[in-house]
């Protein structure tokens, strides 16, 4: 490598002071070296080198070379180029470097600036004050906010305060559908899903038909440019996908504003929109949990239950009784909901599981009948995970414990576990990577927590000196070895799960 540098910068030299020109035979067959010219200077290009190889041209360069140097930059399609260049002088060098830096700097701009992306939309829509137009969209909020402005707040309370500076004006077409009267009154009380809005207050769009019985029924017109691609499958539509979701609810929220009487034409901008009378009263509220209608103002920080809407709901979604519900993780993936319910309802009955949500393929929530039925399933378990006995094979419970992995816990377990930076996909694997080594959490019931009282009333007593020291240690062994007086630190905790509870986001 030093002897083929020092031919090519010979005869550059040579070229320089009035000799022959460049030998062009120094470009080899396998075009490894080739001679170019880099920022109007001579130069070689490096090509099909190994990062050794490089590496040790490189070092050949800096020892013997002065007036050579060696650069690494970015090539076409973003790939990088080394090259090796011919410097008259250190102050060319300098130029040389600062050209280079200059022009990366420029690139990195450039590449940040194609990564930032939707960004640059999303503080548009925030500096223009829009009028954000969602379907149930609370957890979509949440999501724009962990993705564009920063981590989501620990609390509800900070969270609405933020999302206010950024979005001042949203409405949600699922709570307008079901609290305004006229509106209530076109979807005749029926569902006000997506979907369902969809195909009852926008039909021409939602059946791409254009009979007469659908053209007679008032309704906005909508324009929508669309590739050849799709096109063909637009007016059926794929629900559940993101664009196409948006588009229905725009188309929702257009011809709902349409049977209120507003007029789009009479509206100057997005911001007046938002504060229409027919509007105002329904803007910036969001359903904070849907399934038992509880709503939070965005504006004032407020919560309020939706009564109607609640009532209409119950028969379909039990009421979430946080102190009634276990978290169970590492049970074997082919359990599913009903027959995680099965096993449980063998032990305690019919009616002893109101419901059982996954969480994922190996978490699930089990929501009991009775809040003391959490301490009693928890208890049970502990005690099969301690006895591998013929009876615990045999027990109703033996398919949930199924390899040996299975662990339980209270709900408020599962908000510890949940309160951590730390990530993974299933709760499983976060509870494993925070140390978690125990399978069931026992919950202090309240008897034990009047029995804990007493023993520490015993306590107290037996430090006087009349007591003898064998009745003072039997307490004290007591209260050590109760498993369920065992506290989680606040570093055996876990992020990223949503949990339906109002403090948590």
């Known amino acids: 490598m030093k002897d083929r540098l020092s031919e090519w910068l010979g005869g550059l030299l040579r070229n320089r002071d009035g000799g022959s020109e460049v030998q062009p035979s120094f470009n080899d067959s396998k075009q490894q070296f080739e001679t170019i010219f880099f920022k109007m200077r001579p130069a070689i290009s490096l090509n099909g080198f190994t990062s050794h190889q490089l590496l ?66 999303i503080d548009l829509l925030s500096s223009e004050k829009k009028l954000i137009v969602g379907h149930n969209c609370f957890l979509d909020i949440a999501h724009i906010y962990s993705k564009f402005f920063g981590p989501l707040p620990l609390t509800a309370e900070e969270f609405i305060s933020s999302v206010n500076k950024y979005f001042p004006h949203i409405i949600d077409t699922k709570i307008l559908l079901n609290s305004n009267s006229i509106l209530q009154q076109r979807m005749k009380k029926s569902s006000t899903s997506l979907s369902k809005a969809f195909s009852v207050l926008c039909p021409q769009i939602a059946l791409g038909s254009k009979s007469t019985h659908l053209a007679l029924q008032p309704s906005v017109k909508v324009e929508v440019e669309v590739d050849d691609i799709r096109s063909s499958n637009w007016n059926s539509g794929v629900k559940h996908e993101a664009g196409y979701d948006a588009f229905m609810t725009g188309c929702v929220f257009a011809q709902a504003c349409s049977h209120l009487g507003i007029d789009f034409k009479q509206q100057s901008s997005s911001e007046n929109l938002a504060h229409n009378e027919k509007l105002r009263e329904h803007v910036n509220l969001l359903y904070l949990s849907w399934t038992n209608g509880e709503i939070i103002n965005l504006s004032t920080g407020n919560r309020t239950s939706e009564s109607l809407a609640s009532n209409k709901r119950k028969n ?76 615990s094979v045999l027990h109703p419970l033996a398919k949930l414990l199924e390899g040996g992995n299975t662990c339980a816990a209270s709900y408020e377990t599962y908000k510890e576990i949940c309160s951590s930076t730390v990530s993974k996909v299933l709760f499983a694997d976060q509870a494993k990577a925070v140390g978690i080594k125990w399978k069931t959490k026992l919950v202090e019931s309240s008897d034990k927590t009047k029995e804990h009282e007493s023993l520490r009333k015993v306590k107290a007593v037996n430090s006087d000196p009349s007591c003898g020291e064998r009745t003072k240690n039997k307490n004290f062994d007591d209260v050590s070895n109760d498993s369920s007086y065992s506290q989680l630190s606040s570093d055996e905790i876990i992020d990223s799960f949503y949990t339906r509870e109002a403090k948590q986001i």
């Open 56 to 121: 040790l041209i490189q070092l050949v360069v800096r020892k013997h070379f002065k007036d050579l140097a060696y650069l690494r930059v970015s090539g076409e399609n973003s790939c990088s180029q080394n090259v090796i260049v011919y410097i008259e002088s250190e102050s060319d060098k300098k130029m040389l470097m600062k050209e280079v830096k200059d022009e990366q700097k420029i690139d990195a701009e450039m590449s940040i600036k194609a990564s930032i992306g939707f960004r640059h939309v």
């Open 316 to 391: 379909h979604y039990p009421k979430i009784l946080f102190e009634c519900i276990v978290i169970v993780w590492g049970f074997p993936s082919h359990l599913k909901a009903w027959d995680i319910r099965e096993c449980i309802s063998k032990v305690y009955g019919p009616t002893s599981v109101i419901s059982v949500y996954h969480v994922d393929e190996t978490a699930v929530f089990v929501q009991f009948s009775r809040a003391e039925m959490v301490s009693k399933f928890l208890d049970l378990k502990g005690s099969l995970d301690r006895n591998n006995d013929p009876i």
